[in-house]
């Protein structure tokens, strides 16, 4: 069975800065394209960023260009968000996802980040 | 500011057929189509239908996808109480060298 599980969302105040992690388990983990999408309160949802399978390539929306850094441990099965510089818009669910737009896709249940003095 | 527009909301009765659009352009929908994804709060996001239009295993096929152009479109057929909740496409833009998103339509079935 596949599982993505998120952690690492918490309450930060503008400026900060936070690590999500993203643990997964029963797949080819360093086969996947992996991405981060969030979903803010009363808005749709956002794609963040997303990195290939052996880390050599990122993308990320301009929003958070800069200041998001998205990375992968092949050998622990595992994928980060590093958030620096952390604004209010930012609060967000945001959700792991193994290639969200193809029908293998898998999904955490989401780590809510909520970025307020 | 979404990428894509899709109509903020859409009503149908129940066992009535829903088609929810989603209009792009050239660098993104026409470029390689729009996967779709349905979504309700306190869930993670579902796919639908991906970029060219297949379902994942233990989707409906009262779910269908099609494109034209710069418009993608996903047809709910024989809608379900079980159906209601919020609906976004999304297509890679070349431009942008990102995906983008639309701004969701809020599906109510009466």
């Known amino acids: 069975e596949v599982q993505l599980v998120e952690s690492g969302g918490g309450l930060v105040q503008p400026g900060g800065s936070l690590r999500l992690s993203c643990a997964t388990s029963?797949?080819?983990?360093?086969?996947?394209?992996l991405d981060w999408v969030r979903r803010a309160p009363g808005k749709g949802l956002e794609w963040v960023a997303n990195?290939?399978?052996?880390?050599?390539?990122?993308n990320y929306v301009p929003s958070v260009k800069g200041r998001f850094t998205i990375s992968r441990d092949n050998a622990r099965n595992s994928f980060y968000l590093q958030m620096n510089s952390l604004r209010p818009e930012d609060t967000a669910v945001y959700y792991c996802?193994?290639?969200?737009?193809?029908?293998?896709?898998?999904w955490g249940q989401g780590t809510l980040v909520t970025v307020s003095s | 500011q979404a990428g894509l527009t899709q109509p903020p909301s859409v009503s149908k009765g129940l066992r009535q057929t829903a088609t929810l659009t989603c209009t792009g352009n050239?660098?993104?929908?026409?470029?390689?189509?729009a996967a779709w994804l349905q979504h309700r709060l306190g869930h993670p996001p579902k796919l639908l239908s991906d970029?060219?239009?297949n379902r994942p295993s233990g989707i409906s096929e009262r779910f269908s996808a099609s494109t034209s152009g710069n418009t993608a479109s996903l047809t709910i057929s024989g809608l379900q109480p079980e159906d209601e909740a919020d609906y976004y496409c999304?297509?890679?833009?070349?431009?942008?060298?990102?995906?983008?998103f639309g701004g969701g339509t809020e599906l109510t079935v009466l």
């Open positions: 996802a193994t290639h969200f737009a193809s029908v293998d896709a898998s």
């Open positions: 970029r060219s239009h």
């Open positions: 050239s660098d993104n929908v026409a470029y390689q189509g």
């Open positions: 990195i290939n399978p052996d880390g050599s390539e990122t």
């Open positions: 999304s297509a890679w833009d070349r431009s942008l060298s990102a995906w983008v």
């Open positions: 029963g797949f080819k983990f360093s086969n996947n394209w």
